[in-house]
């Protein structure tokens, strides 16, 4: 499986949009792909795929409830389907207080257990994940977390071990990308027994301005993979994708929507390469291994 999580520190770099997109490209490549929404903020990812009838339903079942290990059904029944080749776990308002549930849920198992036992907050996804079979049934794994650093945060990456980051190349995502090696060595320090594997950073909102180049200048000093892949900027096409809640690809290919200009066709092809690049990196890591 290949499995990743997409997160940058920073807001508004067109995290969920990559997600949705990405999704979307590996389902054209034949891929069985699930997203999962860990996301508590409303309108992001179960918006868009239209999956939000029961966001605020406090009694339906929900990925925290399996999370804290009181379910109210089956893994499987948290699963919708979004289209052809995609799956989703849509988010819920219980996201919310992930934090406190589970440090309610940690107490009381340790509190049923001797002075050394540790019930791990952050491996929690990863059990439910492993538990529900999602490894042998899904050819991607993509989960989609808030920017801050914490609980939703630690269970993406422990669930996935790899990140893929997108980098607003502005003044904005200059500030994004200092220390962002640093950023990630804390999160594998506190997730202890992983190592997260930087699949890339993918440089977005490309114009080719000199504040752009300063911000690729930053990231090459921080040691970190680039993706050879860029997203230049799209606002129109990717805004009406979102606003009719399809992705670039529906928006591109029906008769519902207006044609696509030829600069935007080849963002479609952008995104079909950087599922390919994540794809083949995983390809190689089994050669190898």
Not at 124 to 146: C, F, M, S, T
Not at 171 to 178: H, T
Request: aromatic share 6%.
């Amino acid at each position: 499986m290949i499995p990743y999580t997409v997160w940058s520190e920073a807001g508004g770099v067109g995290k969920t949009t990559f997600s949705v997109n990405l999704a979307a490209a590996h389902a054209r490549r034949g891929q069985q792909v699930l997203v999962i929404d860990m996301d508590p903020q409303e309108g992001g990812l179960t918006h868009h795929f239209g999956a939000d009838d029961y966001r605020s339903d406090a009694n339906v079942d929900n990925i925290v409830r399996h999370m804290v290990e009181r379910p109210k059904g089956e893994f499987a029944d948290l699963v919708m389907n979004v289209g052809e080749n995609l799956d989703l776990v849509p988010g819920h308002n219980m996201l919310g207080s992930l934090e406190q549930n589970l440090t309610r849920a940690a107490e009381m198992e340790q509190s049923m257990h001797d002075a050394n036992y540790r019930w791990p907050k952050e491996k929690q996804l990863r059990r439910v994940l492993a538990d529900g079979g999602v490894p042998d049934e899904y050819d991607v794994l993509i989960i989609d977390p808030p920017a801050t650093v914490g609980q939703h945060i630690y269970n993406s990456i422990y669930a996935t071990s790899n990140l893929l980051i997108p980098a607003e190349l502005s003044a904005k995502g200059e500030q994004s990308v200092e220390g962002l090696r640093d950023v990630v060595n804390n999160i594998e320090e506190t997730l202890g027994d992983i190592e997260v594997g930087i699949l890339g950073v993918v440089p977005n909102k490309v114009s080719g301005t000199n504040v752009q180049q300063s911000v690729m200048d930053e990231l090459n000093e921080q040691e970190l993979p680039v993706a050879p892949v860029s997203i230049r900027e799209r606002g129109s096409m990717l805004g009406e994708a979102w606003q009719n809640q399809v992705s670039i690809f529906e928006l591109g290919e029906s008769e519902d929507y207006r044609d696509l200009r030829e600069y935007e066709e080849t963002t479609l092809e952008k995104f079909d390469e950087l599922a390919a690049y994540i794809s083949e990196q995983f390809v190689t890591q089994e050669t190898v291994a």
